[in-house]
């Protein structure tokens, strides 16, 4: 795919286009219908807008299905993230494989990415300066795969993306719309790690995604 988009390039280079306008529908975001989530990680892979980017060990951009119905985004990359670039890949990602089985979906048919590419050091929540620096790389995501379904993981990315004064309880009662999208928070697995009480909970909220997910693929 990215050897198909770069002789593309080249041959509108060729034919003595220098510059290519692309049409911008959401939010200023120039989007081509040639361009790849593949490709974009690659353009972002050694960005430097921020702090972050200095404990990088490797840029943590998000993985998944292109055309998934279900994304899910957390707040930031951790340890083993940092490491691999892959999104929930330690502990809480092994869990959040488990409450997917749970609810009969393959991981590898949702997209999963953070509000942050890169780990925030000591796993502290990202700064404000941190969000807005890296959040358009999220908005872009979200334009490109087009889900039915948002679920927001944890506070962070609730009130980032939600921009509302709402506590978890509050959250998670409630179904939002992002940008048209249906949209429901629930805990961050890493959370449930150190309150397994709210497993209980957060079991009820996957079990109100299914419904909607299974009548979204009728």
Not at 104 to 110: A, G, M, S
Request: glycine content about 8%.
């Amino acid at each position: 795919m990215l050897k198909s988009i770069s002789q593309y390039f080249e041959l509108l280079k060729l034919s003595g286009l220098d510059d290519l306008f692309l049409k911008s529908d959401f939010n200023g975001v120039n989007l081509s219908q040639n361009m790849d989530l593949a490709s974009l990680e690659e353009k972002y892979k050694n960005c430097t807008k921020c702090p972050l980017s200095q404990g990088r060990i490797k840029f943590v951009y998000g993985e998944g299905s292109s055309t998934a119905k279900l994304m899910l985004i957390g707040e930031g990359p951790g340890a083993e993230e940092n490491k691999t670039g892959k999104p929930f890949v330690g502990s809480a990602g092994q869990l959040l494989t488990k409450m997917l089985n749970a609810i009969n979906i393959n991981r590898k048919d949702v997209y999963i990415a953070n509000i942050v590419k890169c780990r925030p050091p000591g796993n502290r929540n990202p700064l404000p300066s941190e969000i807005s620096a890296c959040i358009k790389y999220l908005e872009e995501q979200i334009e490109i795969i087009q889900p039915k379904i948002l679920l927001l993981m944890g506070k962070v990315a609730a009130q980032t993306l939600l921009k509302n004064g709402y506590n978890m309880t509050e959250l998670r009662s409630k179904e939002f719309k992002y940008r048209g999208i249906q949209t429901f928070v629930s805990y961050h697995p890493a959370a449930l790690l150190y309150h397994p009480q709210w497993k209980k909970p957060a079991w009820i909220d996957l079990q109100k995604i299914q419904k909607i997910y299974q009548k979204i693929g009728k």
